[in-house]
């Protein structure tokens, strides 16, 4: 029985993780620093704009707001789909043992109604990394 569990429970969630090729509505990326320091990123398509904003807080102080080409959008959804960012969704975890850690969070809306969702303090997806360092190299193009 326990065999048969698992087998249905693979089954359910094969294609959980899947590229998504829809437009992007809105994408946030967040990044948190012991002392509470970070930023957080935010891209959004709304009435026929694109903005993106930047706020960084704590040791770099930095906010702005400007108008960006709806392209961005699309270079973003390419590189969730090409560093398979799109397996972070429903990642949730925590070292909460870490008083002064640093963090993660991410979302991103499709047009299609679908979702990425993920959270993280001091424990990380498999491919955070690259993943992270990918979209912060493109980010740094728009300031």
């Known amino acids: 029985?326990?065999?048969?569990?698992?087998?249905?429970?693979?089954?359910?969630?094969?294609?959980?993780?899947?590229?998504?090729?829809?437009?992007?509505?809105?994408?946030?990326?967040?990044?948190?620093?012991?002392?509470?320091?970070?930023c957080e990123y935010t891209i959004e398509a709304k009435n026929e704009k694109t903005i993106y904003s930047k706020k960084c807080y704590g040791i770099e102080h930095d906010e702005f707001e400007k108008e960006i080409d709806n392209k961005h959008l699309k270079e973003i959804n390419k590189i969730i789909n090409e560093k398979k960012i799109y397996k972070w969704d429903g990642f949730d975890r925590s070292d909460k043992g870490v008083m002064d850690g640093s963090g993660f969070s991410l979302s991103v809306l499709y047009s299609d109604g679908k979702s990425i969702s993920a959270h993280g303090y001091m424990k990380y997806p498999s491919n955070y990394k690259a993943g992270k360092q990918a979209l912060l190299n493109y980010l740094a193009k728009l300031d």
């Open 1 to 38: 029985m326990k065999k048969l569990f698992i087998l249905l429970t693979l089954l359910l969630c094969v294609g959980c993780a899947k590229k998504n090729n829809s437009d992007i509505i809105k994408f946030e990326f967040s990044l948190s620093a012991g002392l509470g320091g970070g």
